[in-house]
């Protein structure tokens, strides 16, 4: 099968129609404004948190995966669980199966260029109708090899100056897929692993990646179906967590839509199997709620966070044995143009973006959006807020401020703060003050007066989060009081 891609002026905007083939046409959804919560901005004009110049040392930041891969591949790959991958795993399975898709696509505009010639069709004639038509009419091979050199990998990886090796990580990976499950897809059902085998040519320094006869088909391009996810392979390479890596590429699959639901927990639907996203990011079952939300999303909300706009989510309650539980997460962002692609980015440019969309994340305090530029700029941990207060010493000093508020607050019956709970955590302050100083009575009255509020602020985030948090303290206040 040819890698090569031929040049031919009949074919100006050759991608555009490779892009209206390869990226469904889903109906954009507007994100309302009246469900975003107020987010506490970041100083973007007057603060360098690039060069960090403000700061009286320098900063090292470690540069961005150079790679101008592009991953493409079918959503089926997402109705499953990808198990016992490590972080290093995931970008080798990434770089696979981005060039994988590299070669089917230059397949395809060599049979396309092909069968022009064949027709005997004149310049005019070829229309995107035209290209469209014979793309998808292109039969792709199943007996695929995948050949990448050690130093191909090393570079798409990021692994350039790390003195791990390579081969250990390949076989690492292709124990952890030889434990994924059999899938279905338009009739068809494809047994794992995905290659028939991995060979490591230890003397010629590279990898051969050779498929199951029907992946291709149910994985990978496929224009008939037009159901495809696709982003650049560097937001995957420059992640540091699996969990990071497995929320984005879920969320990436809706990007021209800007809208995702996920269940809690893997359900069965007439037949159908839905994993939830705990079964997706492989979340120990004894995880309390909390905890998920709290630490574990939060921090891969922080790491992506760089590659959305608007980012945010909310969650859908449901009752369970008398008890009000989660049952599902709403993910929604900005949507993308369906032609959209930054694989070519420049440095620059990465940052330009990445800050931004840091900014504009709905569900992070202005805390957490620190991390975030922090893990996005590889640098060390606290550094953005230290270029922002060296800019702004007045809100270092009034942050310090709020801090010995938080310790010098006294609570009767029962001690939030040993909770982890405190006045900041609170976005209406003074609400705070109030509900950590009542009583259960005096709870249950500004429950009741918040719930109106929730009620007619038309899906104000800040006074559901708040009302939560307070529901959450009063029922620990009576079980503590039924203790008794």
Not at 242 to 267: A, C, D, E, P, Y
Not at 375 to 396: R, V
Not at 400 to 414: G, M, R, S
């Amino acid at each position: 099968m040819s890698n090569e891609r031929q040049n031919n002026e009949s074919f100006d905007g050759y991608d555009e129609i490779l892009d209206k083939i390869f990226d469904s046409d889903k109906k954009k959804t507007e994100i309302n404004e009246d469900n975003a919560q107020q987010v506490e901005q970041l100083d973007l004009f007057n603060v360098d948190y690039r060069n960090n110049k403000d700061l009286p040392i320098d900063v090292k930041q470690k540069p961005f995966a150079s790679t101008n891969l592009l991953m493409r591949f079918r959503s089926q790959l997402n109705r499953i669980i990808w198990t016992g991958l490590s972080a290093a795993h995931t970008k080798i399975f990434t770089v696979v199966l981005s060039r994988t898709g590299n070669q089917l696509a230059a397949y395809q505009q060599e049979e396309v260029e092909n069968k022009i010639k064949e027709l005997g069709l004149s310049k005019e004639e070829l229309t995107k109708e035209t290209l469209s038509k014979l793309a998808s009419e292109v039969k792709f091979p199943t007996n695929i090899t995948t050949r990448i050199t050690y130093s191909e990998m090393d570079h798409d990886i990021g692994y350039e100056n790390n003195n791990s090796s390579i081969s250990k990580y390949v076989d690492g990976m292709k124990e952890a897929l030889e434990q994924w499950k059999e899938i279905k897809s338009d009739g068809i059902t494809a047994s794992f692993p995905i290659f028939k085998g991995i060979i490591n040519n230890h003397n010629e320094k590279y990898f051969d990646f050779i498929y199951n006869d029907v992946m291709i088909n149910i994985l990978l391009i496929n224009p008939k179906t037009g159901d495809f996810v696709r982003y650049p392979v560097r937001e995957i390479v420059d992640l540091s967590s699996v969990r990071s890596q497995t929320l984005l590429r879920l969320l990436k699959q809706m990007r021209t839509v800007g809208r995702i639901t996920f269940r809690k927990h893997t359900t069965e639907t007439n037949g159908k199997t839905r994993i939830g996203l705990w079964e997706q990011l492989e979340i120990p079952k004894n995880t309390r709620e909390s905890k998920f939300s709290s630490r574990i999303l939060k921090d891969a909300l922080i790491e992506i966070s760089p590659y959305f706009t608007n980012l945010n989510y909310t969650k859908k309650y449901g009752t369970l044995n008398g008890h009000r539980v989660v049952v599902s997460y709403t993910f929604t962002f900005e949507p993308e143009s369906p032609k959209k692609n930054t694989t070519h980015y420049t440095p620059e440019e990465i940052v330009a973006e990445g800050l931004v969309n840091i900014d504009s994340t709905l569900c992070l305090t202005r805390k957490d959006k620190f991390k975030a530029i922090d893990k996005f700029l590889k640098q060390k941990h606290g550094t953005a807020e230290k270029e922002y207060f060296a800019i702004h010493p007045e809100e270092a000093q009034k942050d310090t401020d709020v801090k010995k508020q938080d310790t010098n607050i006294e609570v009767n019956v029962w001690k939030p703060n040993k909770h982890n709970l405190s006045i900041r955590d609170f976005y209406d302050r003074e609400l705070g003050k109030k509900v950590l100083k009542a009583d259960i009575s005096e709870l249950e009255k500004i429950i009741a007066d918040i719930l109106n509020k929730v009620r007619s602020s038309k899906g104000n985030m800040e006074l559901v989060a708040d009302y939560n948090k307070i529901m959450g303290l009063l029922q620990k206040k009576k079980a503590v009081e039924e203790r008794k």
